[in-house]
């Protein structure tokens, strides 16, 4: 077979010259060639640092079997859309006017003439999504070439309809319209008086929330705004310390039950930060720096929980009267305190907790004020801590603080979440098994349940993002071919405790949300992470497929599915994975605040590529300067160079 791609001077096509395809490059001896044989060509665009260029050319291109296929029945000819921009104009134009979209990779099939009767992106090696396979593509094709000479174009066009139809996936997976649906009904249940959804007690729906982040309307981000501030300003919210309560008794967030849980602070970290306005930002801050202080271990690790009691009764440790403000702050900042943070007896014996229903008027006084409050307060008895290290919770908080710490510029939030990060690493992982909990960097012998194995991988997966560390995408792996192996059942979902584990009077499945992610849903979002930084089918498929189990609940009570539901509007939306590469520093840091921001969005931060990380091979900074690379819906945009905005993916 000829290697004629060898000789090319584009680094696109040198990376296809040892595929077992007989790849031409684009002249009129393909054509020829074409012409002699009686068969299509086959045409296949893209550019080096595309990313699902690099997925299709290892799914199907490396693929002996496809190869054999389009040997036999095609001329295949690969074009680089830098090095030959005419072509891939005409072509695009051509793709765009048949599907109603555009992107690279390109697929598009010809006549002798050049003329497309065919035309696509990317194609996944077994069908996925709703999407043929690249074999079931060219098979068709083939036929429709062979037996429909006279009318390929409409032929064709039947096909891939055919196609489509006998490829479409059985079940129930959620569609747009079931989200509507599901934001419908939150929306019924939202309070318009307090925010939040029902009535009391009050819980941080920290999961609805990041789903009404992720959907592009004005009641979702209305409800989304609303109870962010009702929480932030509300007694739920440590305005001394940071951190959030667990609940608040009553419906309008002021008085809480005062135990303060690492898994809810480590979702609301994140939320807050992402949330991407100036209270957000504050809330985060403090959320962050109360989860450093005030849990952190010194394995590196982060603790349960703080009981609510002290001294044997619940909230002492953090309720005030007017006089005792007067005698920390003196008369003058006293009063002003009393009366913004609203100190009027709404809890027991004339105290309050401390709420904040409007900003100061002055922010230096009120970090001066807090500042000599949180002082005082520490002078009292403290809750007592529970200092075990639960595997689940810490990966949320891994996750948590890697959002907060690159969106604040808060690098100090960032090591926090890789020392956390290599205790689960090195003292969780036992004989490649994951134990559940730690304590004094000793290990327990629980073993992992399924949702420690999601919730860990996302945190790995979290920092393999903000580091460019392939290490951490290798343990994250590990963990999701654990969970597939030990936890998956039958019908695609996942069970929350491992086929080899103890045998209880029955085994537990519980795909729905509470305080924190399910099993399910936390490993629902690994898998996605893992098939955007990757492109491996698998994960995607294995994501599909519980998906739809979760689908029935999500339906029917969207309050307990909020992460399925955001992990399912990101598919909907084709949620972008970004790769932003340069050299650290300002330029650097803008692209990659913007890239965070975007909804759903998993990325990839990195000094210059890295084979290694499939996200990064091939990419660079451009022209010496950051650039960020933005793939969406298996294609990707070109890369925009910094100080530019990142741009909506739109159809070309």
């Known amino acids: ?104 990779p390109m697929t598009v099939v010809l006549d002798h003439e050049g003329n497309p009767f065919f035309a696509g992106t990317y194609f996944p090696d077994r069908p996925r999504g709703g999407q043929p396979s690249l074999r079931q593509v060219l098979t068709a094709l083939t036929e429709a070439w062979r037996d429909r000479p006279d009318d390929v174009r409409r032929a064709a066009g039947s096909v891939r309809d055919h196609l489509t139809r006998e490829v479409t996936l059985t079940g129930a997976a959620l569609s747009s319209s ?31 929330l990041e789903l009404l982040r992720r959907r592009d309307d004005g009641p979702s981000r209305r409800m989304l705004d609303r109870t962010l501030e009702a929480m932030a300003r509300g007694g739920i919210h440590d305005q001394l310390g940071g951190g959030f309560a667990r609940y608040s008794v009553d419906a309008g967030w002021v008085v809480p039950h005062f135990e303060k849980m690492l898994y809810d602070n480590a979702q609301l970290v994140g939320l807050y930060a992402r949330w991407g306005t100036p209270m957000g930002d504050r809330v985060a801050t403090s959320t962050a720096d109360w989860m450093l202080r005030e849990l952190g271990t010194s394995e590196g690790g982060f603790a349960s929980a703080l009981d609510a009691d002290s001294e044997g009764e619940e909230g002492r440790f953090y309720v005030w009267t007017p006089d005792q403000l007067a005698e920390v702050l003196g008369a003058e900042d006293g009063g002003w305190a009393t009366e913004l943070f609203e100190v009027t007896g709404t809890f027991e014996h004339g105290t309050s907790t401390l709420q904040l229903p409007h900003d100061p008027d ?7 004020v807090r500042t000599r409050l949180l002082a005082a307060r520490e002078l009292r008895v403290r809750p007592e801590r529970d200092d075990k290290v639960v595997a689940a919770w810490n990966g949320l908080a891994v996750s948590g603080l890697v959002d907060a710490g690159r969106l604040l510029g808060r690098e100090e939030y960032v090591a926090a979440a890789l020392a956390a990060g290599e205790l689960l690493a090195t003292t969780h992982l036992v004989d490649g098994r994951l134990r559940r909990v730690s304590r004094d960097g000793r290990v327990g012998t629980p073993a992992g349940v399924l949702e420690d194995h999601g919730a860990v991988a996302s945190g790995f997966l979290a920092l393999c993002g903000a580091t460019g560390d392939e290490r951490w995408l290798s343990r994250a792996t590990h963990l999701l071919d654990e969970a597939l192996t030990r936890f998956r059942a039958e019908d695609g979902g996942f069970f929350d405790t491992p086929a080899d584990g103890e045998r209880l009077v029955s085994r537990p499945r519980d795909p729905g949300d509470n305080a924190s992610p399910s099993g399910t849903s936390a490993t629902i979002h ?16 294995a994501a599909d497929e519980a998906l739809a189990g979760v689908a029935t609940l999500a339906r029917r009570a969207p309050r307990f599915a909020g992460w399925s539901l955001a992990a399912a509007q990101s598919l909907l939306d084709a949620a972008p994975e970004i790769a932003v590469l340069g050299a650290p520093g300002p330029d650097r840091d803008v692209l990659e605040r913007q890239a965070r921001l975007w909804p759903g969005a998993v990325v990839m931060v990195a000094d210059g590529p890295s084979a290694a990380l499939p996200l990064l091979d091939g990419r660079d900074a451009v022209g010496g300067r950051p650039a960020a690379y933005v793939c969406r819906g298996n294609v990707c945009d070109r890369p925009v160079v910094s100080p530019g905005p990142l741009p909506h993916p739109r159809v070309r």
């Open 362 to 368: 002055d922010w230096d006084r009120f970090d001066d």
């Open 178 to 208: 079931d989200l509507d649906v599901a934001v419908a009904a939150l929306a019924a249940d939202f309070d318009e008086a307090h925010a939040g959804f029902g009535g009391a007690p009050k819980f941080p729906p920290s999961m609805v």
């Open 526 to 541: 690994a898998l996605l992470a893992a098939h955007a930084l990757t492109g491996e089918g698998r994960w995607r498929e």
């Open 1 to 104: 077979m000829a290697k004629r791609l060898a000789n090319a001077t584009s680094p696109y096509l040198l990376q296809h010259a040892g595929n077992p395809v007989d790849w031409w490059e684009w002249g009129p001896e393909a054509f020829a060639e074409a012409k002699r044989r009686d068969t299509p060509i086959f045409l296949s665009v893209g550019y080096a640092a595309c990313h699902w260029c690099h997925v299709m050319a290892h799914e199907s291109f490396e693929d002996p079997e496809t190869a054999d296929q389009l040997n036999q029945d095609f001329v295949s000819v690969k074009v680089d859309r830098e090095e030959r921009p005419d072509v891939d104009a005409v072509y695009m134009e051509a793709t765009v006017a048949l599907t109603g979209q555009g992107g690279w």
